[in-house]
């Protein structure tokens, strides 16, 4: 069982309101940083102030690195130099990186003063790479060995550099030029006789990313081979840092939710949902929205071009939502399986051919049975069996239509380089309209044999 | 870089055909398990079995976890029993529970009675766990220390007992009742030096999981305290197992997914795209549709119900799936923040009235606009400009009620123990169609004052 916290926020506000911090600080050593920070969240910042004071060094980096962005601005300005020293030089590299790269940027100069020469290049260095690249990701704190040690000289080596590192249970092992020629496990080194060399201990049979690789796929890889860690390579193919398997569980839950948002027409926040600023969210939706409304001009145009048609038989109307909400459910469904099985690297724009045929069997299949449905269906509302026929058989057709183009688009979308996430929802319904609509009134045109 | 593999699987093919087995066998082991997974997939099941004589008994048992349950299960069919016996023998327990779960029930006595004693004990203890839950995704291959030990003492039981475990890393210490009393880190043994106490390394200061937990529940707790394993404790508080990060990374993208399933209404396949049986996810697909195509008969009788109003202002059907489409897309974009915030635990129960309050401001703010951009909108349609009025009155009403409806349905389904994520894509938009519909006609009734 998760701990459950003995204290709430109010009760430590109001601890240090009565300035009760000896107490305050023995409760916040016995818990740990992603408690303490749930915590504090809802305090406010002078209070927030107060805690890091309470912390020991290390439990206060922690704790600032899981700050929201705002957060750790608002608290940057308020301590003093030698506390922001303090906690900058204790955080990981990584998770310095993602703080300056969320800051203001002349913020992020004054603090890369305050660090030591060699952080501040380390700093300049990873700033240096893209947004979301494993380069950014990555913590140049590793264990590098040579092959010619010995499995006992290299668990002293270990011991004795091993206190900053990311990971201490795998070892890179470099040549003279720093290229990355094999990884050795603690696991092994320990389990094999001290006098083994790591030359005949390390795997030769190993994969690496590169510093201009993306997040995503760098999750795809570490997920793919089941990994604790994967070094990262440069230009000139020297092991400059690694990737540790918990920041790519961070990357997943990003790349999941981005996803989500897109498909539902949020151009992509990437802040929580509070810490979204009201109005940067409000534009952000507003923003898909009015594109989307603005394309629904196209179902006007075509509900207008047919109104001789609705102005003879009205209840044809009464059907309009039915349709294009089942050609929308039905697109949704297949862009979803096809966008999903395209983040997930199960299916792959190979298998194009293979999905077109299963789609066009499955549009049928689908076809039939919602068209019989929905003739039923129109019967019950209207007694006119070719009102009936009319849905019935434009159903049938647009429930094909619907999930072809449901499967295909996504695949085009990832052959153009644009991600496929942005196909399904708002923007495949609205297309769908369109076409549903053109099916149904041409359909009816013929059985009601009507002319403008 | 990812390897790029040297063969392909038709290459692979061709080689078992001239019975180029001594080449195959040395290439297959110069490769990883999860490449040799993907090399002998397209391959038929005797060419499989062919491929799984020339692995080893550790690199045959990984890629056969790596497979497809249907190929799993057509391979065991194949197999000798002797050979049977060394992959089952040679799983981790945790895969091999996951296998057993997917096969036949008259499948699994079989194999189980292949498997020793205590592997059969311990196969039927670990099946008798919930679906989905930490029981199930668990390893009792764990360290188990004892506080009175030294650290040089603990890295000897370590390097004695290591070999089969899961991890090394991390140790377990019990007490004498096998209750979990601290974790102690190979690092902290490794740094210290040898003669201190484990009792005085360990923390005491851990999570854990309950064997009934759900797995999601156990990727949320990992995660937010960023581990690399977690233990899992029984009925009576005692140590039966570790999880560790690998498995939840499987576990993020299976809910991730499901979700987007259920999102899509498609009621979520557990199977990846292209194992699932065309008919087993027609159904599935149908099923939800079907569901949706009758719920939509509502929005039928209430367009039938205001046909005295389309019958004298034809013009008002022309904007009928803009308005369903705007209200259905904001209601979508509103309920998906919401599910995604509830799955990823960063939007809680008891945010209830503050998402209210910030929703009904986000409604109001996107109604204005929405219904601005809609008049104008309507204008260009139908030079009527009461249409246009009833148009835009009617898109700022509806918005405000769609995004409020999409925001508390998720909230009030999660309060109910319903997955939330059934609440956004195509129920919420065959929900919100009749909302729409409804607040649409009563305003143009008043506005161009028919009266049936």
């Not at 083994?196 to 510093?211: A, G, I, P």
Request: aromatic share 8%; proline share 4%.
């Amino acid at each position: 069982m998760e701990k459950t916290l003995v204290l709430s926020s109010d009760e430590v506000k109001r601890m240090i309101d009565k300035r009760r911090f000896f107490e305050l600080k023995k409760y916040l050593s016995e818990i740990l940083p992603p408690d303490i920070m749930e915590l504090i969240d809802p305090l406010d910042i002078t209070d927030k102030v107060i805690v890091f004071r309470l912390l020991n060094k290390e439990i206060a980096a922690e704790v600032f690195s899981l700050l929201d962005h705002d957060d750790q601005e608002e608290l940057l300005k308020q301590f003093g130099e030698a506390k922001i020293r303090e906690i900058i030089g204790e955080m990981d590299p990584d998770d310095r990186t993602e703080l300056f790269d969320e800051l203001p940027e002349n913020m992020v100069k004054a603090l890369i003063k305050l660090l030591s020469p060699e952080e501040r290049a380390l700093a300049n260095r990873l700033l240096n790479y893209p947004e979301d690249s494993a380069g950014r990701l990555m913590t140049p704190e590793f264990i590098e060995l040579n092959k010619n040690m010995t499995a006992g000289e290299a668990i002293e080596t270990i011991r004795k550099t091993g206190l900053d590192k990311e990971t201490i249970y795998y070892s890179y092992v470099t040549d003279c030029n720093g290229h990355l020629i094999g990884i050795v496990s603690l696991k092994d080194l320990l389990l094999a006789s001290p006098d083994k060399k790591v030359e005949d201990l390390m795997t030769t049979n190993f994969v690496s990313v590169h510093t201009h690789d993306d997040q995503e796929e760098v999750a795809r890889v570490l997920t793919k081979y089941d990994l604790v860690a994967i070094p990262v390579v440069d230009n000139d193919n020297k092991l400059v840092g690694i990737i540790t398997v918990d920041d790519v569980v961070d990357v997943i839950h990003e790349e999941a939710t981005e996803d989500f948002h897109k498909m539902a027409g949020i151009e992509a926040p990437d802040e929580p949902y509070f810490s979204t600023k009201f109005f940067i969210l409000g534009r952000k939706r507003a923003l898909w929205l009015i594109v989307l409304l603005v394309t629904s001009y196209l179902s006007s145009i075509v509900l207008k071009h047919y109104s001789y048609i609705l102005q003879v038989v009205v209840p044809l109307a009464f059907f309009i939502p039915m349709l294009t909400g089942t050609c929308g459910n039905t697109g949704m469904q297949s862009a979803t399986l096809i966008i999903r099985g395209l983040a997930t690297g199960e299916i792959e724009l190979r298998d194009f051919l293979r999905i077109i045929f299963r789609e066009i069997l499955m549009g049928a299949f689908l076809g039939v049975i919602l068209g019989l449905f929905s003739f039923v269906r129109a019967r019950f509302v209207d007694t006119d069996p070719f009102i009936g026929i009319s849905v019935g058989v434009a159903v049938f057709v647009s429930v094909i239509v619907a999930n072809m183009i449901g499967s295909v688009l996504p695949m085009i979308l990832k052959k153009l380089k644009i991600d496929p996430a942005i196909s399904a929802g708002p923007f495949i319904s609205t297309l769908l309209d369109v076409t549903t609509l053109l099916i149904y009134f041409s359909i009816a045109e013929v059985i009601f044999n009507v002319r403008a």
